[in-house]
C-alpha cells in the first residue's frame, strides 16, 4: 500500500489556468506538508498542516492555496499559473509536528507550465 | 537566504570508495539534522538524523559526524555502492519549526 500518494503524476498546462494537485496518506499521520523542488533540485516548504489547521505559510504567492478536508488528505489549488510554477510539488506526512518525526514523502507531481 | 549551505553540488566515487558529502549552517538555534536520500522520480526519504548532543551517528554504512561549534555536520557513506548513487540532502531545523534543507548533492557510484 502507497503511504503518501498524489494525483497526477505529471500535470502539464498553460499560462493563467486554475490546477489542482490531490495528496492522501495512509499513515494515519497528523501533519501533512507541500513541498516544491525546483529545476536545480532545490526543495523548500511551502506549507504544513497539522490536524486540518495551518501551521506553516511560508512567503508563497497567494494564487496557492492549500484546502485540508480531514487528516488524510492535502490538496493544492493554484490560480492563474506562471511559467515559474513549473515544478516538482511534493507532499508529505508525519505522526506530528515534532521536528524529530520522520517526513515520509509522496512520489511528486511534475507541473508543466507552458 | 540560504540557511543550510551543502557541498560538493556532484560527487563520483567508485565502487568501494567512502562517499563524504559537507552541510554547514548558521542559525545556532537548529537542534536537528536530518539527511534524506533521493533517487529519481521519487519523493525524499529519511536516511539518517541527528542531535547536536553528540558528534557522531552511525547506521550501517552511513554516518553522520557533527561539529557543534564550527556549525558543520557530515554524510560519510562507507563503502560505497552503486545502489547509493541518488541525490542526498542535508537538512536543519529547531523544534517547534520548520526545516531548511541544503541544495542537495548528486552521487554518482561508478562500478
Known amino acids: 500500500d502507497t503511504a503518501v500518494s498524489q494525483t497526477p503524476k505529471y500535470l502539464v498546462t498553460q499560462m493563467g489556468n486554475d490546477k489542482s494537485i490531490k495528496c492522501e496518506q495512509n499513515l494515519g499521520h497528523d501533519t501533512m506538508y507541500w513541498y516544491k523542488q525546483d529545476s536545480k533540485k532545490f526543495l523548500k516548504i511551502m506549507f504544513s498542516?497539522?490536524?486540518?489547521?495551518?501551521?506553516i505559510n511560508e512567503t508563497v504567492p497567494n494564487r496557492f492555496s492549500p484546502k485540508s478536508p480531514d487528516k488524510a488528505h492535502l490538496n493544492l489549488h493554484i490560480n492563474s499559473l506562471e511559467l515559474g510554477d513549473s515544478a516538482v510539488y511534493f507532499c508529505?506526512?508525519?505522526?506530528?509536528?515534532?521536528?524529530?518525526?520522520?517526513?515520509?514523502f509522496g512520489p511528486g507531481t511534475r507541473l508543466t507550465v507552458t | 537566504q540560504q540557511q543550510v549551505k551543502q557541498s560538493p553540488q556532484s560527487l563520483i566515487v567508485q565502487k568501494g570508495g567512502i562517499s563524504i558529502i559537507n552541510c554547514a549552517y548558521e542559525n545556532t538555534a537548529f537542534d536537528y539534522f536530518p539527511w534524506y536520500q533521493q533517487f529519481p522520480g521519487k519523493g525524499p526519504a529519511l536516511l539518517i538524523a541527528i542531535r547536536p548532543d553528540v558528534s557522531e551517528k552511525k547506521e550501517g554504512r552511513f554516518t553522520i559526524s557533527f561539529n557543534k561549534s564550527a556549525k558543520q555536520f557530515s554524510l560519510h557513506i562507507m563503502d560505497s555502492q552503486p545502489g547509493d548513487s541518488a541525490t542526498y540532502f542535508c537538512?536543519?531545523?529547531?523544534?517547534?519549526?520548520?526545516?531548511?534543507f541544503g541544495t542537495g548533492t548528486s552521487l554518482t557510484v561508478i562500478p
Open positions: 508529505a506526512s508525519s505522526r506530528g509536528l515534532a521536528i524529530s518525526y520522520e517526513q515520509y
Open positions: 498542516y497539522n490536524n486540518k489547521e495551518l501551521i
Open positions: 537538512a536543519a531545523g529547531s523544534t517547534g519549526n520548520q526545516f531548511y
